[in-house]
Nanobody, 123 residues
Framework: QVQLVESGGGLVQVGGSLRVSCAAS????????MGWFRQAPGKEREFVAA????????YYADSLKGRFTISRDNAQKMVYLQMNSLKPEDTAVYFC????????????????WGQGTQVTVSS
């Protein structure tokens, strides 16, 4: 049974940093490209960042380049999202995604999703 479990969300002040993590199990992790998406209340799920099977290349939403960094550890079956200079508009539930066939840069057709972790940026 495939599981993606996110952790590390929470409340942070504007300008602060947070790292969210995703632990994968039940799959051959190195065979999956990984990604992060987020969904704010009343909005559609949107792409945040993705990383290929080996760790390079990486992909980011244009609006987030320079503030967010995605990384992975294939030995530990983990993927991370480091978020810096956080803004109130970054408030959302952050979801981990895994896809075997392609780098997950769109929400449609992804093989597996985590349950999400809440990130709240307070002003």
């Amino acid at each position: 049974q495939v599981q993606l479990v996110e952790s590390g969300g929470g409340l942070v002040q504007v300008g602060g940093s947070l790292r969210v993590s995703c632990a994968a199990s039940g799959l051959t992790f190195s065979s999956y490209a990984m990604g992060w998406f987020r969904q704010a209340p009343g909005k559609e799920r949107e792409f945040v960042a993705a990383i290929s099977w080996s760790g390079s290349p990486t992909y980011y939403a244009d609006s987030l380049k320079g503030r967010f960094t995605i990384s992975r550890d294939n030995a530990q079956k983990m993927v991370y999202l480091q978020m810096n200079s956080l803004k109130p508009e970054d408030t959302a539930v952050y979801f981990c995604a895994a896809d075997e066939g392609s780098v997950p840069i769109t929400a449609a057709g992804i093989d597996y999703w985590g349950q999400g972790t809440q990130v709240t940026v307070s002003s």
